[in-house]
């Protein structure tokens, strides 16, 4: 079956011509007709998509209610998975508004938490939604789109690389499993105690030991999140592969939503994926695109 995503913005994205949603839209619409992806889209979205001409006669994109009438709370639910398998969502693309009080409402967190929990994407910038449609044309064998080369230029990118505790061992062993795609980066950087222990895990590799594979800034809970957030906002970071463990209470969840703001304050330059499976998959397709 094709595809089927949940797709919301907040109005910061839809409320002038050149806002992100229609960015968006006008970047990828061929790649969204070839993959013949479904949308379920929240109703200030769909009418603002429709307003403006856009999407014209695909049927994929189908209208739900608004926000306050229960639209995003039924797309949390979709993602988990309801009867039937046309409402069981593969994912999330929700562009947020990092200063809009909707984008902490608790159908947004939940929003994020089950595409993690359940290994589906939560893309909630521009540049994450480009670079996933593109990840899944060449998984469908379709030919590389010369307009997203920008989003693999690794040799000129930073990458980000952070774990909660109880996924460290799952960041270690996709950094191992990826070493070769990933050592590519110009950059790569991470905080305290995950960045060391990608460290040792390069050197065993045979990664000069005199030069760190991963530049180290603080632990999370002394800073390193919001030191990371600092390159993400100078666009010194492009990619951020975070490894969140959504079942327990984060101590310092201020800082941790400091990082995430970042990211979709710069929707169009910075990607983020937040759960191993995504991360793999765009791992596999990294490597296919450049062998292509």
Same mark, same amino acid.
């Given at each position: 079956?094709?595809?089927?995503?949940?797709?919301?913005?907040?109005?910061?994205?839809?409320?002038?011509?050149?806002?992100?949603?229609?960015?968006?839209?006008?970047?990828?619409?061929?790649?969204?007709?070839?993959?013949?992806?479904?949308?379920?889209?929240?109703?200030?979205?769909?009418?603002?998509?429709?307003?403006?001409?856009?999407?014209?006669?695909?049927?994929?994109?189908?209208?739900?209610?608004?926000?306050?009438?229960?639209?995003?709370?039924?797309?949390?639910?979709?993602?988990?998975?309801?009867?039937?398998?046309?409402?069981?969502?593969?994912?999330?693309?929700?562009?947020? =508004?990092?200063? =809009?009080?909707?984008?902490?409402?608790?159908?947004?967190?939940?929003?994020?938490?089950?595409?993690?929990?359940?290994?589906?994407?939560?893309?909630?910038?521009?540049?994450?939604?480009?670079?996933?449609?593109?990840?899944?044309?060449?998984?469908?064998?379709?030919?590389?789109?010369?307009?997203?080369?920008?989003?693999?230029?690794?040799?000129?990118?930073?990458?980000?690389?952070?774990?909660?505790?109880?996924?460290?061992?799952?960041?270690?062993?996709?950094?191992?499993?990826?070493?070769?795609?990933?050592?590519?980066?110009?950059?790569?950087?991470?905080?305290?105690?995950?960045?060391?222990?990608?460290?040792?895990?390069?050197?065993?590799?045979?990664?000069?030991?005199?030069?760190?594979?991963? =530049?180290?800034?603080?632990?999370?809970?002394?800073?390193?999140?919001?030191?990371?957030? =600092?390159?993400?906002?100078?666009?010194?970071?492009?990619?951020?592969?975070?490894?969140?463990?959504?079942?327990?209470?984060?101590?310092?969840?201020?800082?941790?939503?400091?990082?995430?703001?970042?990211?979709?304050?710069?929707?169009?330059?910075?990607?983020?994926?937040?759960?191993?499976?995504?991360?793999?998959?765009?791992?596999?397709?990294?490597?296919?695109?450049?062998?292509?």
């Amino acid at each position: 079956m094709p595809i089927c995503l949940g797709l919301a913005a907040n109005k910061l994205h839809h409320q002038t011509e050149d806002a992100a949603l229609f960015s968006l839209l006008r970047a990828c619409e061929a790649g969204i007709r070839e993959l013949k992806l479904g949308f379920h889209a929240v109703g200030r979205t769909y009418d603002a998509i429709a307003a403006a001409g856009m999407m014209q006669g695909y049927r994929g994109l189908v209208r739900y209610p608004y926000g306050r009438e229960g639209g995003l709370m039924r797309l949390v639910a979709e993602v988990v998975g309801m009867e039937g398998d046309e409402r069981t969502l593969d994912g999330a693309i929700y562009l947020m =508004d990092p200063v =809009d009080p909707s984008s902490i409402f608790p159908e947004a967190l939940a929003m994020k938490r089950q595409c993690v929990i359940h290994g589906k994407p939560f893309l909630s910038t521009v540049a994450s939604t480009r670079d996933w449609i593109e990840m899944e044309r060449i998984h469908a064998g379709l030919a590389r789109d010369r307009n997203a080369d920008r989003f693999h230029d690794y040799e000129n990118q930073t990458l980000a690389l952070i774990a909660h505790d109880a996924m460290k061992p799952t960041m270690l062993e996709f950094a191992e499993r990826n070493f070769d795609l990933l050592s590519r980066y110009r950059r790569r950087v991470g905080t305290g105690t995950t960045g060391q222990k990608l460290n040792e895990m390069a050197w065993s590799k045979g990664w000069p030991a005199d030069k760190p594979w991963v =530049d180290r800034y603080n632990s999370g809970p002394l800073g390193g999140d919001a030191q990371i957030a =600092d390159l993400v906002l100078d666009k010194r970071c492009q990619r951020a592969i975070f490894f969140e463990d959504p079942h327990v209470a984060r101590q310092h969840e201020a800082d941790i939503q400091l990082l995430e703001r970042a990211v979709t304050t710069v929707t169009h330059d910075a990607v983020c994926s937040t759960s191993p499976q995504v991360a793999q998959r765009w791992c596999d397709a990294a490597v296919k695109r450049g062998a292509a």
